[in-house]
């Protein structure tokens, strides 16, 4: 069996629109109005939303557009984005989904990269030269696993049973088109129906880790097992 493909899900992220019972709050109003823009067109971000996200369901795993971006970061420059060997989404808490284009040069600094994800959900589409560099569109994990059908969906968690970087690897590149679930939110647990979409889960470490981290991790396995 030869590997194609190594598809990187970072799933329940924490990257949504402001909610309609924040607009009001004053933080919301503040950078709304020093950005130019209506409340309901900004990211919902707790460096500045800290105070409107209080009483907000689940507000310990909302809010942290940075974690995207960090693992966008590290993902797409990675030896395996540029060997045209990895395929990332992003599946957001609410069910939004968002393909990245491989070629995409995301912008490095995090207000740029609000302001590109913001564009987004109000396009749709981010295109250039011809291109769509990223698209936005409803939509389920279980729908995204059904359409893309990987012959293994691996989801790291520190409760998986515990393999070394180099067994990995090894056993990343035994499959054809495998697909890795990262959770891409601050603190919390896991949705059940997640859980349960994957064919088994898998530890690197016994504690948990920042999300990027163990991006980089998986990439890097699968790029030494690949001879890269």
């Not at 990343?172 to 064919?199: C, N, Y």
């Amino acid at each position: 069996m030869t590997f194609k493909k190594l598809t990187l899900v970072f799933v329940e992220a924490a990257l949504e629109l402001v909610p309609k019972e924040c607009w009001g709050h004053r933080a919301v109003i503040s950078e709304a109005e020093r950005r130019g823009k209506r409340p309901s067109q900004l990211l919902l971000d707790r460096s500045y939303h800290h105070a409107a996200m209080k009483g907000l369901a689940d507000a310990h795993k909302r809010g942290r557009p940075d974690i995207v971006h960090f693992c966008l970061l590290e993902s797409l420059g990675s030896v395996l984005s540029k060997k045209g060997l990895l395929e990332v989404y992003v599946h957001t808490r609410d069910d939004k989904l968002i393909w990245i284009n491989p070629e995409t040069r995301l912008p490095r600094v995090y207000e740029r990269f609000k302001g590109l994800i913001e564009t987004l959900y109000e396009e749709r589409v981010i295109r250039s030269e011809g291109k769509n560099l990223l698209e936005l569109r409803e939509g389920t994990l279980a729908g995204l696993l059904s359409s893309l059908k990987p012959d293994q969906v691996i989801l790291m968690s520190e409760k998986g049973d515990r393999l070394t970087m180099k067994d990995l690897g090894t056993l990343l590149a035994s499959f054809q088109r495998p697909a890795v679930l990262i959770g891409a939110f601050p603190r919390g647990e896991l949705e059940e129906q997640t859980v349960k979409m994957a064919d088994r889960a898998l530890c690197i470490y016994e504690e948990p880790l920042e999300a990027w981290t163990v991006a980089s991790r998986v990439i890097c396995s699968l790029e030494l097992a690949l001879g890269y």
